[in-house]
Structure formats: C-alpha cells, structure tokens
C-alpha cells in the first residue's frame, strides 16, 4: 500500500505544478533543461516534474503510476535511490549531449529509466517473478519505448529517452540484491 500511496502522491504534485505552471502563464517551463548553459545545471532535478501542457503531464502519468508502483514495490529506499540516479543522469546526460537552444523537461526520462530497471532486475537478480516482470511490461510498453528511441521524433527527447533507459539498466546492476549464499550451498562454477 505505500508504495501505491507514493506514486499517487507522485503523480499528483506533477499534476499540481502543471496547474501552478498554467495559471502563472507557464512560468515554471524554465525549469526544464537548456544545453551546456552552466546555469542551468540547478534545472537538473527540477525538470523531471515539469511538464509542457497537460497532454504532456497526461502520457507520462499512466506509465509513471505503473512503473514507479512496480518499482517502488522492490522497497522505497531502493526505490527513491533508483529515481534519484535516473533523474540526474538522465539530466546531466541531456544538458551535455542535447541539441542547443531546446529545453528537455517532464517525467519521460524517469519512465524510460524504470521501465529499463524493471526489466532487467529480475535477470540481473536471477528471480522468477521480477523475469516475469520485465517480460510483461516489455509486451506492454516496449513498443513505445522503441518509438520513444527515435530520433527522428520531433519536439521529443529521444536523448532523454535514451539517457533515462540506460540509466535504468545501470540502476539495476548498482542496486541489485543478489541472493547469497548459504554456508552450506555449494559453488557449482568451481571444478
């Protein structure tokens, strides 16, 4: 349950902020990311919870609420440590390698970055369930995520996509929990 209250939670300060962001005449859009403008480093972060309109907010919500929820059910520190690495990667990412004079924000990086964390947890992790995990939000959301890939989008981070995916992957491998092995278990890999 708290893991479903957090991303409720989650998913409602966005929806927040894009109201304050309309309602300010889109005063909060200069959060997001402007390129290799040292400045806008500060934006890192802040940009993850931007978005530029309500049909923006309104794609990222449904798969942020799954994937976080899915996430967030491997536990919240873990949880919270893998968001945080995905969101300044991918930030960082964007701010060096994005085209000049664009501005990157919104919660789509975060998304590709679990969406790249659940599936490759539960391989890394050698579990059953979490295998069965990233197989299905694969058959659900990996077509997307491919055309989310491409960089002939226009008005799309396909940098940020990309960036928030890999990040994801990695996050997998720096957080995994690995079963350990008991005194008595054997080591089949020694002869």
Do not use: Y
């Amino acid at each position: 349950m708290t893991a479903g209250k957090l991303m409720l939670a989650w998913v409602a300060l966005l929806w927040l902020l894009e109201v304050v962001d309309t309602a300010t005449g889109h005063a909060l859009d200069g959060f997001g990311v402007t390129p290799r403008d040292p400045s806008e480093l500060a934006d890192v972060v802040p940009s993850a919870f931007i978005h530029f309109g309500f049909a923006h907010l309104t794609a990222n919500t449904l798969p942020l609420l799954v994937l976080g929820f899915l996430a967030a059910l491997t536990g919240l520190r873990r949880f919270l440590l893998v968001c945080a690495l995905i969101v300044i990667a991918d930030g960082l990412g964007v701010w060096l390698i994005s085209p000049a004079h664009t501005n990157t924000a919104g919660a789509s990086g975060l998304i590709f970055g679990l969406f790249g964390f659940l599936l490759v947890t539960g391989f890394v992790e050698r579990r059953p369930l979490g295998i069965l995990v990233g197989i299905v939000i694969a058959a659900i959301w990996g077509g997307s995520i491919l055309t989310g890939l491409a960089p002939t989008q226009t008005g799309v981070s396909w940098q940020g996509h990309l960036l928030g995916l890999l990040a994801g992957i990695a996050a997998a491998f720096l957080f995994s929990r690995r079963p350990t092995r008991g005194p008595r278990e054997a080591d089949w890999s020694r002869p």
